[in-house]
């Protein structure tokens, strides 16, 4: 069975190959010992943490086949970005050039470096290995994300993001980034991508350009893929779609990717899940639901084909499916249809 859980200290190797499989672009898995070993630390102790209200604890989840130990995947969210370190977006724009007395009216677009999205919660670090892509696995490792932030809601902002992996090369280069290190920069994509994944982010205040930039200066490589996501991506933001994401204009400052927001309310997932007693017996089948039991430290989430009555407070589930979340007769669940 595919379930979801905190990440362990005994997880790091898993953690590490992982890192090393996803690539550039995958900003928040740097394929450094001491950065992803902190980041265990600090998932250990946000899951073991009173909070009243969203501050810098990160939680990093896996996902483990539970019939052979493999653990598969990853998920995040972050409760507040940019309390600690700036957090960089570039805002697409338009300001308008016009002169009545010549009849002249231009609209151009521009891109301007901000910091909005400050104190917002965000989805991130979503990579599920290439062999375990298939049935309902990649959904369950994306949106059991929305069952722990409904169940959790004071741990989390109102709003919520996610940055989108933007177009690179199978170098690893980024078409956008590469105009802006002609001009601005001089280190290649892969090595400022990896500085911001290690918290080095002083570099981009130091030489990113303070004033906007217009689009049409831009070269044509670069314009294409503003907005646009690496292939790969495109299942992720098309089910984020599904949930009621947007982009309102930020894209990321190095590959030029989409972020897309939503506020967490109005997340179907979020709006739609239901808390739901447990009853152990012969679970029959039904629809596909994400479930997840109702603790903290101790999260377990999977998926499996449930009958759920609208009507009923109670869910019946098999004897495995219980074992796999911790939870026994009368304890409490989380479902949302997937």
Known sequence: MMVIRPIRADDYPALYDIAVESGHGFTSLPVNDE????????SEHSFSKAV??????GYLFVLEDTDTGEVCGTSALEAAVGLDDAFYHYHLGKVVHSSRSLGVYKTVDILTLCNDY?????LCTLFLRESRREKNNGRLLSK???????????????RVIAEMRGVSNSDGSSPFWQWLQEHFFSVDFPT???L?????????????PKYPIYVSLLSRQAQAVIGKVHDKTKPALALLQSEGFSNRGYVDIFDAGPTVEARVEHIRSVRNSRRLQVQIGQSKDGQPYLISNTKLADFRATWQLLQVNEHSEQVTIGADVAAALHVNNGDWVRVTRI
């Open 192 to 194: 400022a991508d990896y």
């Open 118 to 122: 400050t104190g917002v919660s965000e």
């Open 35 to 42: 950065l992803l070993m902190r980041k265990i630390s600090r």
């Open 144 to 158: 059991m994300r929305f069952l722990f932030m409904a169940e959790f809601p004071q741990r989390f902002a109102d």
């Open 196 to 208: 911001t994944g290690i918290g080095q982010k002083v570099f981009i205040a130091e030489l990113m």
């Open 52 to 57: 009243s209200q969203p501050g810098d604890e």
